[in-house]
């Protein structure tokens, strides 16, 4: 039982801070993303049985953080539409109501985004739906860092035509 408890501490001081950032990149808010953290290493702790190593204990993690999101969000009955996560993820790290305000530019966003190939458009919905890079690449067979790139560039493009259009400002 003692090395059980050692292992826990170990992951829990390992991936703690890890978590905290991949859940503040989903909430925007750290209050909520400590909450979670929380959350996340409970059910962890509940569950460090069922893990089978076939993903990393980092990858494994996120998942829990991201069901946990997901279960926050339908606990808080937020009504968070695809057109909204998408300018959001693109474009601003601000509130609801900015991406409401928006909804014009998360159409736009929309629209190019359906313009990109089928493996780039999935790799950057699965990001703005909270999938690491690890889970992209192996989805796709590529390196993570690939599936970092293709996002990086697919964003770059998309807020570069909106400038371009006179949707954004520098």
Same mark, same amino acid.
């Given at each position: /039982?003692?090395?059980?408890? /050692?292992?826990?501490? @170990?992951? +829990? $001081?390992? *991936? ?5 950032? +991949? ?7 750290? #209050?909520?993303?400590?909450? =979670? ?12 049985? %069922?893990? %089978?190593? $076939? ?12 069901? %946990?999101? +997901? ?14 996560? !998408?300018?959001? *993820? ?5 509130? =609801?109501? $900015? ?10 966003? !929309? +629209? ?5 190939? !089928? ?14 890079? =690890?889970?992209?690449?192996? @989805? ?5 860092? #690939?599936?970092? !790139?293709?996002?990086?560039?697919? @964003? ?5 035509? =909106?400038? %371009? ?6």
């Amino acid at each position: /039982m003692k090395g059980g408890v /050692m292992l826990i501490k @170990k992951i +829990y $001081e390992e *991936y703690k801070q890890d978590v905290f950032v +991949y859940l503040v990149s989903l909430t925007n808010d750290t #209050s909520i993303s400590e909450d =979670l953290v929380s959350e996340t290493f409970l059910s962890a702790i509940k569950s460090i049985h %069922k893990f %089978k190593g $076939e993903s990393s204990i980092k990858t494994w993690l996120f998942s829990i953080a991201r069901n %946990k999101w +997901y279960e926050y969000l339908r606990k808080e009955k937020f009504t968070t539409s695809l057109d909204d996560l !998408v300018y959001h *993820y693109i474009v601003s790290e601000s509130d =609801l109501e $900015e991406k409401a305000i928006h909804k014009d530019i998360s159409n736009k966003i !929309v +629209y190019l985004l359906h313009q990109e190939s !089928v493996r780039t458009k999935d790799i950057v919905l699965m990001r703005i739906e909270g999938y690491s890079y =690890l889970e992209i690449s192996q @989805k796709h067979g590529i390196t993570e860092s #690939s599936a970092r !790139v293709i996002d990086y560039r697919a @964003k770059k493009k998309i807020k570069n035509i =909106l400038i %371009k259009e006179g949707c954004l400002h520098e």
